[in-house]
Structures are given as structure tokens and as C-alpha cells.
């Protein structure tokens, strides 16, 4: 079973600046990795799919880069609805469909 | 629109049983593998099931032997029974469509809302 590890746990950018958030894999996944956005009482959201593409309706400011066991996501100029809990998933080796334990991204 | 609506949550005993169910409508429903996602209260995500389009089931090794996943496609719906709940199963279920059709490993596009699921005596 591939386990899935975030860093950091919690993370306090000031709105405005850049917010870069890690997602490492205990063994190679190739590009199949997702990132998902999760706010408090809601679903979580696609924003991100083999590694780096961009869902549909998610604006440029995301960006993911990664391969293999190390991955990561950027928001670039944060926006007041940008804070959230991320999570990365792995869908290269499954089941199960793993799951990071998550970043919360919090306003500083 | 696409969207996928859960119900059947509750509140059941330890030991007892529970059916869940997700209903699908905005896009062919049959075409898509569908997936049960739970989540804890304060707690990350935790992969539960999946099911193909042609009826492929996959568990994970926590729910295996007492969760069955099935589809009725002809009714839009997909379903979780769950036998000999435990405490550790409370949970929000959510269900959870793959983004390409007849694919089965891929990211997960469409969401429900969610549906509350506490196991206490």
C-alpha cells in the first residue's frame, strides 16, 4: 500500500503571497497524482490531476509539479477563499486510492 | 447539471447494519466507475470502495468482508451496504465519480455532499 505524506501539517501565508505545499509518496506514482480542496462543511474540489493539470473552472493561480514520489502544490497569490485543507491523492496503485492526511492552509 | 446526492445516513448500533445510497443524475451514470469516500469528523480522507462499469468491486482492507458496493444503473444509483458497523466507521460518506469514463485509476471530478454515518450504542 503506497502511503501518502503532506507537509506541512498547517501552513500561514498572508493573503496576497505565494503558498507552496508538499506531498511526498513511499514509493513512484508516476504523474498519477491529484490535489483536492477541501472548506470547512463542504465537499472537497478537484483542482488538480496527473500532477499538474488543472481541472476545469480552476483558475491559473494553482499550479502542481511533480513525478514520481515527490510533488507539490503552488497558489500563487492567495485569495481569502484559498484557505482551506488540501489533500493529495495517488491513483497509480490501488486499492487503495490513497490519500495524504492533509495541509491546512490558514491566513497569518 | 452533474450531481450526485447521498442519503440513508443515520444513527446505528454497533453491530448493525446500514444502507447507503447516491444518486447520480446530469451525465451517463453507467459509463462512470464510482467510488465511496468517508471522512471522520476533524479527520483527512480515507478511500472506502470502488466499482467499475461493469460491475468490478474493490474494497479497502478495513471494510473488506463487511461493506458491499453496487450500482443500478438503470436507476442512476450507487449504493454501500454496510454490515457489522463498528465505532471507527463513523464517518461522513461521500460518493465520488472518476473523471474518464471506463477507466478505473483516475482522479475523482464529481462529488456528493455527503451523508453522516454514527455508529453508537
Known amino acids: 500500500e503506497i502511503v501518502m505524506t503532506q507537509s506541512p501539517a498547517t501552513l500561514s501565508v498572508s493573503p496576497g503571497e505565494r503558498a507552496t505545499l508538499s506531498c511526498r509518496a513511499s514509493q513512484s506514482v508516476s504523474s498519477s497524482l491529484a490535489w483536492y480542496q477541501q472548506k470547512p462543511g463542504q465537499a472537497p474540489r478537484l483542482l488538480i490531476y496527473?500532477?499538474?493539470t488543472r481541472a476545469t473552472g480552476i483558475p491559473a493561480r494553482f499550479s502542481g509539479i511533480g513525478s514520481g514520489t515527490e510533488f507539490t502544490l503552488t497558489i500563487f497569490s492567495l485569495q481569502s477563499e484559498d484557505f482551506a485543507v488540501y489533500y493529495c491523492q495517488q491513483y497509480n496503485n490501488w486499492p487503495p486510492y490513497s490519500f495524504g492526511q492533509g495541509t491546512k492552509l490558514e491566513i497569518k | 447539471e452533474v450531481q450526485l446526492v447521498e442519503s440513508g445516513g443515520g444513527l446505528v448500533q454497533p453491530g448493525g447494519s446500514l444502507r447507503l445510497s447516491c444518486a447520480a443524475s446530469?451525465?451517463?451514470?453507467?459509463?462512470?466507475?464510482m467510488h465511496w469516500v468517508r471522512q471522520a469528523t476533524g479527520k483527512g480522507l480515507e478511500w472506502v470502495s470502488a466499482i467499475g462499469t461493469v460491475g468490478d468491486t474493490y474494497y479497502s482492507g478495513s471494510v473488506k468482508g463487511r461493506f458491499t458496493i453496487s450500482r443500478e444503473d438503470a436507476k442512476n444509483s450507487l449504493y454501500l451496504q454496510m454490515n457489522s458497523l463498528r465505532a471507527e466507521d463513523t464517518a461522513v460518506y461521500y460518493c465520488?465519480?472518476?473523471?474518464?469514463?471506463?477507466?478505473?485509476?483516475?482522479?475523482?471530478?464529481?462529488w456528493g455532499q455527503g451523508t453522516m454515518v454514527t455508529v453508537s450504542s
Open positions: 465520488a465519480r472518476e473523471r474518464i469514463t471506463r477507466t478505473l485509476g483516475e482522479a475523482f471530478d464529481i
Open positions: 496527473d500532477a499538474s
Open positions: 446530469g451525465f451517463s451514470f453507467s459509463t462512470y466507475d
